[in-house]
């Protein structure tokens, strides 16, 4: 099992910045990928941001790519998500996930919110 720990919320004016972090603990080994999703009221999770956890390499929804920035501390089982540019439609819960290689996103944490007024 892996715990994950989402932190770094918060209420902002648009064109702002934040960055999110994801403590992950338990069995961090079995971590494939490390991804960022979240969900805006009335609306369907939605993917942001994911990253291979060893190699690094990352992809991106095209509505936060320029803006947004994913990374990892594997010394400190910690994905991240710098936030740049934020504007009102980012307003959401955000959440951290993680997937074994060939499997699904899961072991969610419990999200933090992130606030963003015009």
């Known amino acids: 099992q892996v715990q994950l720990a989402e932190s770094g919320g918060g209420l902002v004016q648009a064109g702002d910045s934040l960055r999110l972090s994801c403590v992950a603990s338990g069995r961090t080994f079995s971590i494939y990928q490390m991804g960022w999703f979240r969900q805006a009221p009335g609306k369907e999770r939605e993917f942001v941001a994911a990253?291979?956890?060893?190699?690094?390499?990352?992809s991106y929804a095209d509505s936060v790519k320029g803006r947004f920035t994913i990374s990892r501390d594997n010394t400190k089982n910690t994905v991240y998500l710098q936030m740049n540019s934020l504007k009102p439609e980012d307003t959401a819960d955000y959440y951290c996930?993680?997937?074994?290689?060939?499997?699904?996103?899961?072991?969610w944490g419990q999200g933090t919110q992130v606030t963003v007024s015009s």
């Open positions: 996930a993680r997937r074994s290689a060939g499997g699904p996103f899961g072991s």
């Open positions: 990253i291979n956890w060893s190699a690094g390499s990352t």
